[in-house]
């Protein structure tokens, strides 16, 4: 089965790569999609993002990193993914991502969105948090891949 892990990744974080991991296990199959949201300033540009992802998934040969524009549903159907996958950290993902899974459905209900609950020790970590810690000069090792440290570090330096 192949998994769609949509997200905007800006940058990728060790729960993401989790939930990439974990996803493989499960379906065999990962295709990350980097939605490039026009309503949304990224940090890091599509490519790079692209980059970060294909270098930290280097090890895993069935996972593939591509770029999305549009509707989640028109993505996995053009890439004959079998599924949608999501994480959920804590509570306060919960409702968003129930809308978004409503909402997928409603759009086409041949998708369901298969929900995988983050490592506890991971479940602190977000994007934007990871983003402030490099800002201020914080260590980021233990939170992101080195490849997006180095990153954060040439960006915030
Ligand atoms: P989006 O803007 O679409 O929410 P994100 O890159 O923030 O994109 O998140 C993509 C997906 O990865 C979401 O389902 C989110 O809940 C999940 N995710 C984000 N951080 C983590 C984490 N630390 N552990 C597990 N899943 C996570």
Redesign the pocket.
């Known amino acids: 089965m192949k998994a769609l892990y949509?997200?905007?990744?800006?940058p990728l974080?060790f729960?993401?790569l989790?939930?990439i991991e974990r996803g493989c296990a499960l379906f065999g199959h990962v295709l990350v999609a980097v939605?490039k949201n026009p309503g949304k300033t990224a940090t890091f540009n599509i490519d790079t993002r692209l980059e970060q992802i294909k270098n930290a998934t280097n090890h895993l040969k069935k996972v593939e990193v591509i770029s999305f524009e549009g509707l989640t549903v028109n993505c996995a159907k053009q890439h004959n993914a079998d599924l949608i996958l999501?994480?959920?950290?804590a509570m306060s993902?919960f409702e968003y991502?129930l809308q978004i899974a409503h909402t997928n459905r409603s759009l086409n209900s041949l998708y369901e969105t298969v929900f995988l609950v983050?490592e506890a020790h991971?479940?602190f970590?977000?994007?934007s948090l990871v983003k402030e810690v490099a800002r201020f000069g914080g260590e980021t090792k233990h939170m992101v891949p080195e490849g997006v440290a180095k990153d954060l570090r040439r960006l915030f330096n």
């Open positions: 949509p997200g905007s990744f800006d974080t729960g993401h989790d939930l939605l999501r994480g959920l950290r993902d991502e983050t991971h479940s970590l977000s994007s």
